[in-house]
């Protein structure tokens, strides 16, 4: 959360993708470089080689604010900046984060009025419309351990 991509806006990226011209199965290009396509043993290499030849970048402002800092900017500054960072506002961000929180808590057994109460949810449906929309699962789902392969990974506690 908060890495961006120099060449493409985040908002643009959302929900969609970036055609990357003259890409075979080994190489691809981006940013006017071409790049070895990495297998799953190098792709935290070439990550780092796309920080240090400035393709990717990080917004340090989305890092503290997810860890509950104020920055010492207004907040329609900070807004302004999480969004053009991540695409999102802070507030889809908070929603995403209590739906994974939910989605761990019912794959682990709990009930969901006790998640929905504990997550500060309305009511049951509120918590399901969330499951749905974030996770792509329903509580019973996620209890049974049921649906396929889940939209987000569990084991994943934090987005940042």
């Known amino acids: 959360m908060g890495t961006t991509l ?15 011209p003259d890409t075979s199965r080994r190489t691809f ?7 070895q ?11 780092e080689r796309l920080v240090r030849a400035g393709v990717l970048d990080r ?17 329609r500054t900070v807004e302004r900046r999480f969004r053009a960072a991540t695409g999102l506002t802070r507030g889809a961000v908070r929603q995403i984060e ?8 019912l794959a682990a057994g709990a009930q969901a009025a006790d998640v929905s109460a504990e997550l500060e949810y309305f009511d049951e449906p509120h918590l399901a419309r969330a ?8 509580a019973r789902q996620l209890r049974e351990g049921a649906g396929g392969a889940i939209a987000l990974d ?4 934090r987005t940042s």
Do not use: N
């Not at 120099?6 to 990357?20: F, I, Q, S, V, Y």
């Not at 499951?131 to 329903?138: A, D, I, Q």
């Open 154 to 157: 569990v084991a994943q506690r």
């Open 29 to 35: 290009r981006l940013d006017g470089a071409r790049w």
């Open 131 to 138: 499951l749905r929309t974030y996770v792509g699962r329903t």
């Open 37 to 47: 396509t990495p297998g799953p043993d190098d792709a935290e290499a070439l990550v």
């Open 59 to 75: 917004e340090p402002l989305v890092a503290d604010v997810l860890r509950g800092h104020r920055p010492a900017f207004s907040q």
């Open 98 to 105: 209590r739906a994974r929180t939910a989605a761990l808590l």
């Open 6 to 20: 120099r060449m493409a806006p985040t908002a643009d990226l959302l929900d969609g993708g970036l055609t990357l």
